[in-house]
């Protein structure tokens, strides 16, 4: 038989192991969010690329409906400037965006982080897209490179 002072103990702690359970959990996502730039990683991994730095896959682009909301770098998104969101290039990072089917590009200053999926490696703003032809197409294939950090 259980005496009720072993279970008060056993809830007691398994107690404390939620609650520490919980701290850890907000700690990660409180971090996980967290966009620091440092050579050691970073919350994502934020790499310093050299120029000449090249990437290859599919670009996007915003919809309007950002506009004016606060990117990574704490400016507001305007959808008419030059402006692009990576995973992991340091913010301010200026890279050259090439259509690969056209050869059109446009070079962009990335200010914003993006979870970019399905293979794509930048969301652009509406203005560099258009200039990339690319807005009735959605995601096009292309060619980044890094100018700039």
């Given at each position: 038989m259980v005496q009720p002072r072993a279970c008060q103990e056993r809830a007691s702690a398994?107690?404390?192991q939620l609650l520490l359970l919980a701290a850890a959990a907000l700690v990660a996502a409180v971090t996980g969010c967290a966009t620091a730039e440092t050579s050691g990683g970073g919350a994502r991994g934020?790499?310093?690329e050299r120029r000449g730095t090249v990437q290859e896959g599919r670009a996007s682009y915003y919809s309007d409906a950002f506009a004016g909301r606060r990117t990574a770098s704490g400016e507001r998104y305007d959808p008419e400037r030059m402006t692009a969101a990576h995973p992991t290039l340091p913010l301010g990072t200026r890279i050259r965006v090439t259509r690969v089917d056209d050869r059109r590009s446009v070079e962009v200053r990335v200010n914003?982080?993006?979870g970019c999926g399905g293979g794509r490696i930048v969301d652009l703003s509406r203005r560099a897209a258009r200039h990339l032809d690319m807005l009735h197409a959605g995601v096009v294939p292309v060619r980044i490179e890094v100018l700039r950090n």
């Open positions: 398994r107690a404390d934020v790499e310093h914003d982080r993006c």
